[in-house]
């Protein structure tokens, strides 16, 4: 059975930094294509940014384009979120996704595999 852990959300002021991260068992992220979403209530899960399975391609929406730095550690099996300049309109559960895609799928209902979701709240 498929489990992504996720850590590392939490609160901090605007213009502060987060790191989320996303683990699984050895070697998953050898042959998952994996995402970032973020959901507010009342809305649906938004793409934020994505990693190939060979970790050589990045995607991130525009609006963290700059702020956000999706990598991987493959030693721990981790994949991270590093969120840095964070605004109130950060606020929102974020989610890891992997799916068995060669590319970044922006569309959650694509992903086969979540993570539980963690709280990043953003306050002025």
């Known amino acids: 059975q498929v489990q992504l852990r996720e850590s590392g959300g939490g609160w901090v002021q605007a213009g502060g930094s987060l790191r989320l991260a996303c683990a699984a068992s050895?070697?998953?992220?050898?042959?998952?294509?994996m995402a970032w979403f973020r959901q507010t209530p009342g809305k649906e899960r938004e793409f934020v940014a994505g990693?190939?399975?060979?970790?050589?391609?990045?995607l991130y929406t525009n609006s963290v384009k700059g702020r956000f730095t999706v990598s991987r550690e493959n030693a721990k099996n981790t994949v991270y979120l590093e969120m840095n300049n964070l605004r109130p309109e950060d606020t929102a559960v974020y989610y890891c996704?992997?799916?068995?895609?060669?590319?970044?799928?922006?569309?959650?209902?694509?992903?086969?595999?979540w993570g539980q979701g963690t709280q990043v709240t953003v306050s002025l």
């Open positions: 996704a992997a799916d068995a895609y060669p590319v970044i799928v922006k569309v959650a209902d694509r992903y086969s595999y």
């Open positions: 050895e070697g998953f992220w050898f042959d998952h294509t």
């Open positions: 990693l190939s399975k060979n970790a050589g391609v990045t």
